[in-house]
């Protein structure tokens, strides 16, 4: 049981650039999420998905796209990264309790 | 959303318990209050949720007084393995928000 997996784990972007972070979990939860961590700072939401099909706007989401591409994954895309947008990615899961399950992060620097 | 408000860091020695309080003064009534444990480098990791009075599990103990304006989260006799960040989180609906979270230090 992998619970929560994110790629790439690490990625080094020149600013202008695009990519998109992949998200998937195996635990059929419906509700995902993405969030930024900046160091010393606490988590903010950028985007979340509370059922497949559906997506919304957090704190955060300006600069940012995302895809809730079925059941299991959710993706984020920065379509012309920016400095501003270096930072750890943390994907989730939410159990029907309103438990989160966390991947491992995604440590984004742009140039 | 109910925001919340916790110390920024507390320090402590190892076998001691650590009582964090979180104010969360516009909680509502359907609002669940959930903690969570972040290490560095690592995503966070769920502790504990309660609704109110007190609720136990293996490694933690929320204390919920009656009119729910506060919340404490105990860590009974600490290690160093126990430093980390704690985020209280107060939601009942999906657009769940972490607050700057509580720095513990656990020294020897």
């Known amino acids: 049981n992998a619970g929560v997996t994110q790629t790439p784990k690490f990625q080094v972007l020149k600013t202008g650039q695009s990519m998109t972070l992949q998200c998937a979990q195996d635990?059929?939860?419906?509700?995902m999420y993405w969030y930024r961590q900046d160091p010393g700072m606490g988590l903010r939401l950028i985007y979340y998905?509370?059922?497949?099909?559906?997506?919304d706007k957090g704190e955060v989401p300006n600069g940012y796209n995302v895809s809730r591409l079925n059941k299991r994954e959710f993706s984020l895309r920065l379509e012309s990264a920016a400095p501003s947008q270096t930072s750890v990615y943390f994907c989730?899961?939410?159990?029907?309790?309103?438990?989160?399950?966390f991947g491992e992060g995604s440590r984004l620097t742009v140039l | 959303l109910a925001k919340t408000t916790q110390p920024i860091s507390m320090d402590s020695y190892e076998g001691q318990e650590v009582n964090i309080t979180c104010s969360h003064n516009?909680?509502?009534?359907?609002?669940?209050i959930t903690w969570y444990q972040q290490f560095p480098s690592q995503g966070p990791r769920f502790i504990i949720q309660?609704?109110?009075t007190k609720v136990t599990n293996e490694v933690a103990s929320l204390f919920i007084p009656a009119d729910r304006k506060s919340s404490t989260l105990s860590l009974p006799r600490v290690s160093l393995s126990d430093t980390a960040v704690y985020y209280c989180?107060?939601?009942?609906?999906?657009?769940?928000?972490f607050g700057a979270g509580t720095t513990v230090t656990v020294r020897a």
């Open positions: 309660g609704y109110k």
């Open positions: 635990m059929n939860h419906n509700s």
């Open positions: 989730a899961s939410m159990t029907n309790t309103g438990e989160l399950f």
């Open positions: 989180l107060v939601e009942n609906d999906y657009k769940l928000s």
């Open positions: 998905s509370a059922s497949e099909g559906t997506t």
């Open positions: 516009n909680i509502a009534t359907n609002d669940y």
